[in-house]
């Protein structure tokens, strides 16, 4: 929910304080803390790359602690452990033992990740966390995953698609070459280095007159991607535009993987929250179970979304189904991404 997991290349988003840990932070807090807390050990998660400043997980959970409140760090960790809870109570229910978790990951760069831990090419697995099980009698190993959303917002950011896979599955051919135009833009406004170097360079001087124009140029570029985007789905009927999001939202996987969507009541120390847990096959299916027929607007709003609506059942009205918002990556020297949410949905509660 709080981060872009992939970028232009694919092998296939409230403060608590002031100075502040951002929503990604919190995110990566929440998931450090629920691997510790589903491991047979107890102890901090195994892990394929540094997040912080080349820290580890447990320095990176070190680092977001000491900036936050003793008492915003206590609720943070009880959500945390409920979610295991919740998530050991699941599994159970699902035919996989709790008891004969082995080994967890935080598998925070998704497929690449995954396949380090599983051992496995596993192309649309963007789990946050891996568990290994291992039958004691068979000594047989399996994996399963979930992919953890965090926070208020009652529609969460479902996935990141690059632009790579938006170009396979829309069937627009320009979007990697609208990107590949963007990036000679920024070099001919003298950013020649590395995407980090050009980043850092560019936060010195965003509001110069070649930070602006780099900004303009990203923000003219998401603009003409979600505009492709649009013209190609525009061109698939109802069961195509259906199909789309179901490989945009529940794209097959190699090992099982669950959805956790831990919904806080708010944002501050001692706030509540619930837990939804489900493959996300099943939740995309009660989703556009609600639908006689998916459709696109004639024509695109000229912004940065690319919006799929629905004639809902229950009273004909049509209302968006699924929204992306293409984004770039902290400013425009990184790579651009499509958030995914699914507007009006409610999951079914199951605990």
């Known amino acids: 929910m709080f981060r872009f997991k992939e970028f ?10 002031a100075e502040a840990v951002s929503n990604d932070d919190k995110g990566k807090l929440f998931e450090l803390l629920h691997a510790k ?7 901090f998660p195994t892990h394929y790359r540094d997040e912080i400043s080349g820290k580890s997980p447990e320095e990176t959970h070190n680092a977001i602690k000491t900036r936050i409140s003793p008492a915003e760090y206590k609720t943070i960790d009880g959500h945390a452990r409920d979610s295991a809870d919740r998530m050991r109570t699941h599994l159970q229910e699902q035919g996989h033992n709790p008891a004969h978790i082995t080994h967890v990951a935080w598998t925070s760069n998704g497929a690449k990740d995954v396949a380090k831990f599983t051992g496995q090419d596993d192309p649309h697995n963007d789990s946050d966390v891996m568990y290994r099980f291992k039958n004691p009698k068979t000594k047989k190993e399996n994996h399963v995953g ?5 926070g208020s917002q009652k529609e969460p950011n479902i996935r990141n698609p690059g632009l790579e896979s938006l170009e396979k599955m829309t069937g627009a051919k ?25 980043h850092k360079k560019w936060k010195t001087e965003k509001t ?31 069961d195509e535009l259906k199909d789309y999001v179901r490989g945009i939202v529940a794209a097959k996987t190699k090992s099982t993987v669950y959805r956790m969507h831990a919904r806080t009541t708010h944002n501050e120390a001692g706030s509540k929250a619930t837990h939804h847990i489900d493959e996300p096959s099943k939740d995309i299916e009660n989703h556009l179970s609600n639908f006689s027929e998916l459709m696109m607007d004639k024509k695109h709003s000229g912004g940065i979304s690319v919006v799929i609506r629905g ?9 968006p189904v699924l929204q992306h918002a293409i984004k770039g990556v902290s400013g425009p020297m990184k790579g651009l991404a499509a958030t995914t949410k699914l507007p009006g949905y409610n999951p079914s509660k199951r605990g």
């Open 146 to 150: 979930v992919g953890l959303k965090y």
């Open 311 to 319: 004639k809902r059942k229950s009273d004909g009205k049509v209302v």
């Open 8 to 17: 232009i290349t694919e092998s296939y988003g409230n403060v608590f304080l």
């Open 208 to 238: 110069s007159k070649r930070g602006k124009a780099a900004d303009a140029s990203k923000l003219e570029t998401t603009r003409n991607i979600a505009k492709d985007m649009h013209k190609a789905l525009s061109g698939k009927h109802s």
């Open 174 to 198: 320009t979007l990697i070459g609208r990107f590949k135009a963007h990036k000679k833009k920024v070099a001919s406004l003298g950013y020649t280095g590395s995407g980090e170097e050009n």
């Open 37 to 43: 807390h589903m491991h047979p050990e107890k102890t």
